[in-house]
């Protein structure tokens, strides 16, 4: 199970650490030990918070919604 008993709070599968990054060159989910161990390279991989990405689809859906 990937929720914790906080549903916002999704736990990485391999660390069970609090996700906390999205890699949109990979669309993966990212704990940060799964960034410091996979996705080191900052050329290669962009990355955007969790809180941000949620925030932005809430924004989007919203502007939807009103439409």
Do not use: G, P, T, W
């Not at 990979?26 to 925030?55: P, Q």
Request: with cysteine.
């Amino acid at each position: 199970n990937l929720h914790s008993e906080d549903e916002d709070e999704i736990k990485c599968q391999e660390h069970v650490e609090k996700i906390v990054i999205y890699c949109k060159s990979c669309e993966k989910i990212l704990c940060l030990k799964c960034m410091i161990d996979h996705h080191k390279d900052r050329k290669i991989h962009d990355y955007v918070e969790m809180k941000e990405l949620k925030e932005n689809i809430i924004e989007k859906a919203e502007k939807f919604i009103s439409k």
